[in-house]
Structure formats: C-alpha cells, structure tokens
C-alpha cells in the first residue's frame, strides 16, 4: 500500500524560509517522478516541482524558479521541497504526489500540509 506523508508546513512571514518534507513508502517502481502540488483557497491545484528517479533530473514551476529547490532524501522516496523568500502567492496547502513512469499511469497523493505566508 503506497503512502504518502507531508510535514514541515507552517506559518511564517513574507520573505521567510520553510522546508516541507514527504516520506514515501509501499513502492519499488522502477522509473517515477515524485512532486509537489500546491492549491492555494479557491484555485485549482498546480505542479510546483518534480524530481524524477532514476537520475537527478527536476522540474520547477516559473513562480518558484530561483526561490524553491527540489531535493531527495537518503532513501529514494524521501522527498524535500526547501522554499526561500516567500510571498503570500505561496500559501496554500502542498501535496506530495508519486507518478509512475514505469509501469506507467499509476498516481497517489499524500494529505497534505499547509503553508501561510503573511505578515
């Protein structure tokens, strides 16, 4: 059974940094990419960033380039998303998310953790 579990989300100030951790765990799929999605109240959810196994390659969003950096863990299905110089555009809730490659078209979503920006 595939699971997905965020942590690390919070409040803080515009400016200030917030680092969002997602422990997977159930899955050996050989080619995935794991990402983090955001929703922020009354939008639709959107892709922020990917990291994709086997290899290094990412993925980042235009409004996060430069200020969020995708990393892995240790263990393969650890995923990190370190979130520098925040704006309230940011707050929303964040979503671990795997997408298998191969096999193809399997997806699971963790719960969620929320972020607020403000001052």
């Known amino acids: 059974q595939v699971q997905l579990v965020e942590s690390g989300g919070g409040l803080v100030q515009p400016g200030e940094s917030l680092s969002l951790s997602c422990e997977g765990s159930?899955?050996?799929?050989?080619?995935?990419?794991m990402s983090w999605y955001r929703q922020a109240p009354g939008k639709e959810r959107e892709l922020v960033a990917s990291?994709?196994?086997?290899?290094?390659?990412?993925n980042l969003a235009d409004a996060v380039k430069g200020r969020f950096t995708i990393s892995r863990g240790y263990g393969k299905n650890t995923v990190y998303l370190q979130m520098n110089s925040l704006k309230p555009e940011d707050t929303g809730v964040y979503y671990c998310?795997?997408?298998?490659?191969?096999?193809?078209?399997?997806?699971?979503w963790g719960k969620g953790t929320l972020v607020s920006v403000s001052s």
């Open positions: 998310n795997v997408k298998t490659i191969s096999p193809w078209g399997m997806e699971y």
């Open positions: 990291i994709f196994e086997p290899g290094t390659a990412t």
């Open positions: 159930g899955f050996t799929f050989s080619r995935y990419a």
